[in-house]
């Protein structure tokens, strides 16, 4: 039996945010497991891809960047206490979102609308 789901109409901000929210999610879930001793070696996502991709970083040259950037931005999730995370993680990715679109000016990439 097929269920369909109906998706809220979403901006693409939205969506964006979404997608972040669910990879920091993923992110401090695996840095959990990894703490606790598990091999978490072949359970990361790509949800950075989908992210840098609607933001139309895969066009910059500089792709390699933004990709560190965002690594390093979710890497720092470590640091926050689980309750930390859950109270600001709407917060965190509104943050986050705004730091890539503010570097992405910065660095003489305009941001495309779609």
Do not use: C
């Not at 109906?6 to 959990?32: F, N, S, Y």
């Not at 993680?89 to 990439?109: R, S, T």
């Amino acid at each position: 039996m097929v269920t369909h789901i109906e998706l809220p109409d979403l901006t693409q901000k939205e969506l964006i945010l979404t997608i972040i929210k669910a990879d920091m999610r993923h992110v401090k879930l695996i840095q959990g497991l990894e703490n606790a001793g598990a091999s978490v070696d072949h359970f990361y996502s790509d949800l950075n891809v989908i992210v840098l991709k609607l933001l139309g970083f895969e066009q910059s040259v500089r792709k390699d960047e933004w990709y560190a950037l965002y690594d390093k931005k979710m890497a720092a999730l470590v640091n926050l206490t689980v309750h930390d995370f859950i109270d600001g993680i709407n917060y965190l990715a509104l943050d986050f979102y705004n730091e890539l679109l503010l570097q992405k000016i910065k660095q003489g990439n305009p941001i495309k609308s779609r």
